[in-house]
Structures are given as structure tokens and as C-alpha cells.
């Protein structure tokens, strides 16, 4: 392997240097939220999470209406079972306080119920963790359709109509901030509710309490949780409460995902330090697929022992750059687990969208999504991109080399499917 770029090992040393050099800073600067908010950044960069949380948190205490920290706490909240038990509990305390007391100051910022939400649901609080998704969902339709309060019924909970199933990094969310404007389609309270691949709480009410209590029948509601589509079981789970459900699958060329998804899960370390991967020309491809044969297996495990958890502990011991991009690889493999999905659902129950077309022509694209739902054509006056990930293009040798990998896979997927996705 060809390298003038620094080794994930190294990148891991210049980011505590990094991180380091921030905190000296916090010395100079006690007050200043953003300081914080980088050495978060950097801590989840590192897998990190305990000490990320701590300092995202310290960051909204200094400034409440710091609203870019609240989404990256929700997403992190989720693993703070990694915690002793001791520092999970100062850290929840902590953040129930300050969270109720950011309420009071930021009533208009709904996001802040389903962090608190998330406190509660990790406290073991699960009636309070439901009572904060539903005033959070509340709030948000009556900011953004206020006639639709009248048919508000707390005392029923509305079901999920669809599901986007997947996949990070191939416009999901684009497709689901598109969704949601349609005037007859109402958002959960966040886009990525995770529930059946990272919660551990197994209540039907508590999930369908981040839905809209609106009892009228012709609107839809549903939630978009990317990573769905590549665990094991959910499928079955998802039949289970909801077996006429409608999911929604957006699949990219998987060489551009890959590399996206890489930089994605990279994003601070590469922001930070000004890195990229442009110099490097080969991966050790048996040390690859080696990695996402132990990722397949780490999968299998039960909720109860977060795999994401293990895949972290893994990638500090195996700190090279065929085993940091074999995830993003591994999840690119969609021959690998479509089968699993359609042995649950019926076709007709699935659609599956090609990423480039979003990207090309989305009002083309979100017409099929609305056929497919049953909805009536809302084209919109824009269509945005919500969630740009810029990167550096790859050396054409490394390029070459993973079109190479995926061929087989993607030719297996096209002979599955019966249908030409054309990503040579």
C-alpha cells in the first residue's frame, strides 16, 4: 500500500495532539461553547463517546441555542451503556437538569424534547422518555400545520405508514426532508428514530410515541433510519408490528458510497487535521474482506451487546486503512442482505430507488416515491441537497481496484433484482 497521507494510527495520535492543543484552550477561553464543541467532535471522531458526550454537553450549558451540538448528543446518547455505571448516571443526571432548564429558555426548539426523551429512555424513565417525544411532535405540528391540532389524540398512538430502510450516504436525507414537505405527510420527531437497530428498550408505545397523534386518516407519517437495511432480524421485528407497512430503499454506486461513507465516519478526524485519501492507490483486499467477514459476524449479536461498541474496540486494535474503509465496504455489499428483506416482505411492499437518479432527477424520483405511497404528485420550487459530504476524488489505480471487488456483487444484485443499476 502506497501512502504519503498518515495511517489511521497516526491520524488517531494527531487528533488527541489535536485535542489536546483545544483543551489548553479552554484555559484561555472557559466560555466558549464552540471550543467545546470541537473537542466533542474530535472525542466522537475517536470512537470516543463517554468524553464526547461530556463536552457536547458542557458546550449547550455554556450556550443553550447551540443547536448543531444537540443532533450529534441524540445520536451519541444511545451508547452511553458503554459507561460505567457511576459516570453514566452523573452524565444523565447532568443532562436531564440542564436539558429541562434549555427548555424553559428555547421553547421554540422542539429537538430539545427528544434529547431529554433520550435521557429519560437511558435513566430507565420510559413514560417520561414518551411524554418528551410526544411534546416535542406536538410542537412541530403546530408550527408547521397548525389546523391539524383540533385532531390531536393523545389518548391513541398513530403507526408508522412507511420506513426508509436505507442506505447511509445515498441521499436519505435529502429524500426525506423532500418527503416530508408533501403536504400529506407528517415527520416523526427526528428523521432517524434507530429504534430497531440500536434501542434497548422492546415497547411498541414507546416507539409510536415519536410519531404524530393525528387521528385523520389521509396523512402519512413514518421515519427514515438508514442503517435498518443492513441489520440482521430487523425485518422480521419490523413484519412483526407492522406487516403492511411500506419501506423505501435507496441504493448507490457502491464505490461512491463507500468512499462518502469512509469520510463521513472520518469526518473530523480528516476535517481537522486537512487529510484525505487521494494518495492512497491499493488496499490489501484480503485483509478487506477478512474485516468484513468479522463485521458480518459481530452483526449476528444481540441488541443487548451493541455491535457498533465492538466494531469501535476492533478498529482501535486493528488501526490500518483496509480495516477503517472494509465497514463502508461491508454495507455496500447490498446482495448481502436484500435477500433477508424480501423473505419477510412482498415486493410490492418495497420500493428500491437508484441514488443517482434522486441526484439527477429528483422530482422524477420522489413521483415514484408518492405513487408508491398512494399519495397524489407535490413537486417542489427546490431540492436541496440536506446533507453534502464533499471529499477528494480517489487515485484511479484504488479505483480501478474497488470496481474490480464490487463487479460480482453488483452483477448478483442486478441478476436478483432482474434490473440494470449500470454503476460500471
Given at each position: 500500500m502506497n501512502l504519503s497521507t498518515p495511517t489511521p494510527t497516526n491520524i488517531e495520535q494527531q487528533t488527541q495532539t489535536l485535542i489536546n492543543h483545544y483543551q489548553k484552550a479552554t484555559l484561555i477561553k472557559p466560555n466558549s461553547a464552540k471550543v467545546y464543541q470541537d473537542i466533542g467532535n474530535l472525542y466522537r471522531s475517536l470512537r470516543e463517546f463517554e468524553?464526547?458526550?461530556?463536552?457536547?454537553?458542557?458546550?449547550?450549558?455554556?450556550?443553550p441555542d447551540l443547536f448543531s451540538v444537540y443532533y450529534p448528543l441524540n445520536f451519541l446518547l444511545q451508547f452511553i451503556s458503554w459507561s460505567s455505571e457511576q459516570n453514566k448516571n452523573q452524565i444523565l443526571t447532568q443532562g436531564i437538569h440542564l436539558l429541562k432548564q434549555n427548555i424553559i429558555h428555547q421553547p421554540n426548539f422542539p429537538f430539545a424534547h427528544?434529547?431529554?426523551?433520550?435521557?429519560?429512555?437511558?435513566?430507565?424513565e420510559i413514560e417520561k422518555a414518551k411524554d418528551c417525544y410526544q411534546k416535542a411532535s406536538f410542537k412541530q405540528i403546530n408550527r408547521s400545520y397548525p389546523h391539524l391540532i383540533q385532531h390531536w389524540n393523545s389518548s391513541t398512538q398513530r403507526q408508522p405508514d412507511f420506513l426508509v430502510i436505507g442506505l447511509f450516504k445515498c441521499g436519505t436525507t435529502s429524500f426525506y426532508s423532500y418527503l416530508i414537505q408533501h403536504p400529506q405527510i407528517l415527520p416523526a420527531v427526528t428523521k432517524e428514530i434507530r429504534y430497531f437497530s440500536s434501542d434497548f428498550i422492546n415497547d411498541l408505545e414507546y416507539y409510536l410515541s415519536h410519531f404524530p397523534a393525528i387521528s385523520k386518516n389521509n396523512y402519512l407519517t413514518g421515519e427514515a433510519t438508514p442503517n435498518y437495511f443492513t441489520f440482521p432480524n430487523v425485518a422480521q421485528q419490523i413484519k412483526d408490528w407492522f406487516p403492511n407497512i411500506k419501506l423505501i430503499l435507496l441504493l448507490r454506486k457502491p464505490i461512491k458510497r463507500a468512499i462518502s461513507g469512509f469520510y463521513w465516519g472520518n469526518q473530523f478526524s480528516y476535517r481537522y487535521l486537512n487529510k484525505s485519501l487521494n494518495s492512497i492507490h491499493h488496499l490489501d483486499l484480503n485483509l478487506v474482506q477478512e474485516r468484513i467477514t468479522e463485521i458480518k459476524?459481530?452483526?449476528?449479536?444481540?441488541?443487548?451487546q451493541p455491535w457498533l461498541s465492538l466494531l469501535a474496540e476492533q478498529s482501535k486494535q486493528n488501526s490500518n486503512i483496509n480495516h477503517e474503509i472494509a465497514f463502508h465496504i461491508a454495507s455496500s455489499l447490498y446482495i448481502d442482505y436484500l435477500p433477508e428483506w424480501f423473505k419477510v416482505f412482498p415486493k410490492e411492499q418495497l420500493l428500491i430507488l437508484k441514488s443517482e437518479d434522486l441526484f439527477t432527477d429528483p422530482e422524477k424520483t420522489m413521483k415514484q416515491a408518492y405513487h408508491f405511497l398512494g399519495l397524489p404528485d407535490h413537486p417542489l420550487t427546490e431540492y436541496r441537497n440536506a446533507n453534502r459530504n464533499p471529499y477528494p476524488p480517489i487515485s484511479p489505480s484504488l479505483y480501478q481496484q474497488l470496481a474490480d471487488f464490487f463487479?460480482?456483487?453488483?452483477?448478483?444484485?442486478?441478476?436478483?433484482?432482474?434490473?440494470?443499476f449500470n454503476w460500471e
Open positions: 468524553p464526547a458526550t461530556i463536552y457536547y454537553l458542557k458546550a449547550i450549558e455554556l450556550k427528544v434529547v431529554l426523551g433520550r435521557l429519560y429512555a437511558q435513566q430507565g459476524e459481530i452483526r449476528k449479536l444481540s441488541f443487548h463487479r460480482p456483487y453488483n452483477q448478483a444484485l442486478e441478476d436478483y433484482l432482474g434490473r440494470a
